[in-house]
Structures are given as C-alpha cells and as structure tokens.
C-alpha cells in the first residue's frame, strides 16, 4: 500500500531565502503521481504542484519546484525566495490506489514558518 | 472556470443532533467528488467518494453517510453526531480523466460536537 512520510514537523526560514520540505514515499507501482498542497490557517487546500513519476525533468511551477530523486523514493518541495505569505502548512500527497483512482492519501504536514 | 463551493464554514452542535454538510461545484461536468476530515493537526483522511449521481464509496467505517443526489451536489450527513465527529471536513473534485488530475478543495467547515 502507498504510504506518505513527512519527517519535519515544523521548520522555520528567513523571507527571502529558499527552503525544502521533504516527503518520502513508498510504493510498488511503476507510474505514480505527487502532489503538494499548501493549507494557511485559514484552512483551504491550495494545489502546488505535480510530479509523475515518469517526468523527466522536476516539476516547476512559480517558486515551487520538486526535487525528485526516484531511486530515493522522495519528492522533496522547494521554495525559492520565501515570503511571509508562504507561512502555512504543507502536505505532500499520492493517489492511494496506484494511480487507478484519483483518491488521495496524505502526509502529516509540515508547518512552515516564514520570519521577516 | 470551476469553483467549489462548501457550506457552512463553522458549525457547533450537540451530541445526538444531526449533520448535513452540502458541497457544490460549478464550472465542470461529471466530476469526481470527495469528502475528507482532518482531525486537529494531523493529515487528511478521506471518508467518502463518488464518481457519479447515487454511486458512493464509503473509505472508512463511521457514523456518517453521504448522498449525490445531483451530478455536482456532495452532501455529508448525519442521524446523530458523536464527539468524534468533531473536526475539519473537506470537499473536493476532480476531473474524471486522468486519475492523476489534482484535487481542488472547497473552503471547509469546521465542526465541533459538544
């Protein structure tokens, strides 16, 4: 079964400076996707961005960018040039179902502060 | 372009009281459609999806049921809420092609059982 791990809790970066989340993954299908949502406190989920597993090249979307490292089972976000805004939580997520539906699992989040 | 609306943003209710939550989306035809809760602090687990008028799948075993009674009207109910109940509920769709088309949330409605 697919399986979404985020191992920071809470982390903190200076506006302006560029910061990874990290998200590892465990799944035995070939073709997959991640995603990345953004969630501030006032609780709506923003779409980010996503990446396939067979996309050659690492998403980009804006200051948003994966690093994806399949061999690592990782789709790590990074923000560039981080503003105040950005605080918020963010979750990295996969289709439960290998793909066959578009059913959701997600990670526990990481909670992203952005200090000026 | 599509929008999703959910309603009410807030909710405070008493134990053994019903539920309904209603969830609407404009802009898009036959969509997939999906409620998810997320418990304080922790991720999102998804509850119920449909893929089409009457057709829903129930995720996990609970004391709430859904109902697709028109093609982009999702509604969340319940006979008699338990304090479990409490937390953030989630609307979303998505396109039915491409199952690795994203999720697109409504704006949520945050439910505490008393």
């Known amino acids: 079964a697919q399986k979404i791990t985020q191992t920071q809790p809470g982390m903190f970066v200076q506006e302006k400076e560029a910061v990874t989340l990290d998200c590892t993954y465990d799944?035995?299908?070939?073709?997959?996707?991640l995603f990345w949502y953004k969630q501030p406190s006032s609780g709506e989920m923003i779409f980010l961005i996503y990446q396939g597993s067979y996309d050659e090249q690492n998403a980009t979307e804006g200051r948003y960018s994966l690093n994806f490292q399949k061999a690592r089972k990782s789709a790590n976000l990074v923000i560039s040039a981080s503003q105040l805004g950005d605080s918020a939580m963010y979750f990295c997520?996969?289709?439960?179902?290998?793909?066959?539906?578009?059913?959701?699992?997600f990670g526990t989040g990481t909670l992203l502060a952005v200090q000026p | 372009s599509q929008t999703i609306h959910q309603w009410p943003a807030t909710l405070v209710q008493p134990v053994g009281s019903p539920l309904s939550l209603e969830c609407t989306v404009e802009?898009?035809?036959?969509?997939?459609l999906y409620w998810y809760r997320q418990a304080a602090g922790r991720g999102l687990q998804l509850l119920f999806y449909?893929?089409?008028?009457?057709?829903i799948s129930s995720e996990v075993p609970q004391n709430l049921s859904a109902s697709r009674p028109q093609d982009r009207q999702f509604i969340l109910s319940s006979k008699k809420l338990l304090l479990s109940d409490s937390g953030f509920y989630l609307c979303?769709?998505?396109?039915?092609?491409?199952?690795?088309?994203?999720?697109?949330f409504g704006n949520g409605t945050r439910l505490t059982v008393t």
């Open positions: 997520a996969m289709p439960r179902d290998g793909g066959a539906t578009n059913k959701l699992i």
């Open positions: 449909s893929v089409g008028i009457g057709q």
């Open positions: 979303a769709w998505s396109t039915r092609t491409g199952t690795n088309s994203p999720l697109h």
């Open positions: 802009g898009t035809s036959n969509p997939n």
């Open positions: 799944t035995s299908d070939q073709s997959y996707g």
